[in-house]
């Protein structure tokens, strides 16, 4: 039979622009945020990550965007390049008393050449 | 720095036999995560250690998985017997901080069981 899994949101941008993943978090008492890419065959990769205290954090070519008071968090990437091409993730520590981490479901960013 | 190391990278078994898959974590990290991922569940906490203590074991699936951590750079999940669905890529993670602290992942086991 056929099987079901899960239905990735999909991004496609082209080689050079700009990228933005979004995420919804759960919880309002999450204070701790990361985003992670995977790329084909193995692990999640720490990107960034923010605290709740800030709303915005730079890397290189990378920023992570914090909204608390709608619960969202994005990811954007500068000049998107075809090694970018991954599932990316959010995922949220809902309180300092656990290390618990709660991840999305994640989004496909296929870059096109 | 060697990262997270995880082994076997796969493994093919059939259903009734005994999986161990091992995890060495980064040096001088305190936490320790076993994750499953499959597609149709995507990435789900198995169990985790603080200090080789395991501190939450609530998505651990049945009596059938089984995590230890003797000491603090080694770590085994035991499946027995395995299931034709315990078929998916387990990770290990681990963590330098005990509370929100950011996770470093192994590159997984590819587990598949006929």
């Known amino acids: 039979g056929e099987s079901v899994g899960l239905h990735l949101p999909t991004l496609s941008v082209q080689e050079g622009d700009n990228s933005i993943i979004n995420c919804a978090y759960s919880?309002?008492?999450?204070?701790?945020f990361i985003w992670y890419k995977q790329e084909s065959g193995k692990g999640p990769q720490f990107i960034i990550d923010i605290r709740s205290n800030m709303d915005k954090r730079q890397g290189q070519r990378v920023t992570v965007l914090l909204n608390k008071t709608v619960k969202h968090l994005s990811l954007q990437i500068a000049a998107t390049q075809p090694g970018d091409s991954a599932v990316y993730f959010c995922?949220?520590?809902?309180?300092?008393?656990?290390?618990?981490?709660?991840f999305g479901t994640g989004t496909l960013l296929a870059v096109q050449p | 720095d060697a990262g997270v190391i995880q082994s076997p990278r796969h493994e093919v078994t059939e259903m009734g036999q005994e999986v161990t898959l091992r995890c060495k974590p980064i040096?001088?990290?305190?936490?320790l995560f076993w994750y499953r991922q499959t597609m149709m569940r995507g990435l789900e906490l198995l169990i985790y250690?603080?200090?080789?203590?395991?501190?939450?074991d609530s998505g651990m699936p049945e009596d059938r998985f089984s995590a230890k951590m003797p000491n603090a750079s080694f770590s085994t999940l035991k499946i027995q017997p395995s299931e034709p669905r315990d078929s998916a890529v387990y990770f290990c993670?681990?963590?330098?901080?005990?509370?929100?602290?950011?996770?470093?992942f192994g590159p997984g086991t590819r587990l598949t069981v006929l």
């Open positions: 040096s001088g990290h305190n936490s």
């Open positions: 993670a681990s963590s330098f901080g005990t509370r929100g602290d950011t996770q470093y």
């Open positions: 919880n309002s008492a999450s204070d701790y």
């Open positions: 250690f603080n200090n080789n203590v395991p501190i939450d």
């Open positions: 995922a949220e520590n809902i309180s300092r008393a656990t290390n618990k981490l709660i």
